[in-house]
């Protein structure tokens, strides 16, 4: 789908055409949903924080402003949602701690890590800490500049920077770690 289409899919989409809204789901969900799981480590929730996204979607599309490229709108507002979850997941932690300081019965359980992954590099950048892995997700899997993930992280060009090179030297030695391991197993 081209800007020109996305355009006319939204404004559509506003004027309650739901089969315009399916075909911006159709265009956008492959990239939301490896973005999303990119940026979260557990995959039960990237379900969830997925609809959570189509559902902030639907509802503020009326406020996207035409003039800023769709894609940057649509990955800000990915991020938005994955904080917002990051936040309820700790606040849900915390939660969980403090029953368990009590000796309550704990009723919610707290996010599993889930330890399987696709391949080695995706393992390095999971262990890589939030603001550092949202870093590397924006500029190498979806090519943003640093100044329009400045933007997008509503932070300063200086600290993109910062953390950019901070996850490209831990993803470094990770790797090294890696490479000298099967070196030594060989």
Known sequence: MTEEEIRRSIS???????DAFEMIYLHTRDDVYRTVSFLLSNRDDVHDVVNEIYIGLWKSLAQYDQTRPFRSWLHGLIIRQVQD????IWRRW???NR??????????????????????????IHHLPYKLRVVIILRYFHEYSVEETASLLNIPVGTVKSRHHLAVKELRKKYDQERMRSDYVL
Not at 12 to 18: M, Q
Not at 85 to 88: A, V
């Open 12 to 18: 559509r989409a506003i004027n309650g055409d739901k």
């Open 85 to 88: 979850w990051r936040r309820k």
């Open 94 to 96: 915390r939660l969980s």
């Open 99 to 124: 029953h368990k300081e009590m000796g309550l019965e704990e009723k919610d359980s707290a996010a599993q890590l889930d330890m399987e992954t696709r391949d080695e590099l995706i393992t390095a």
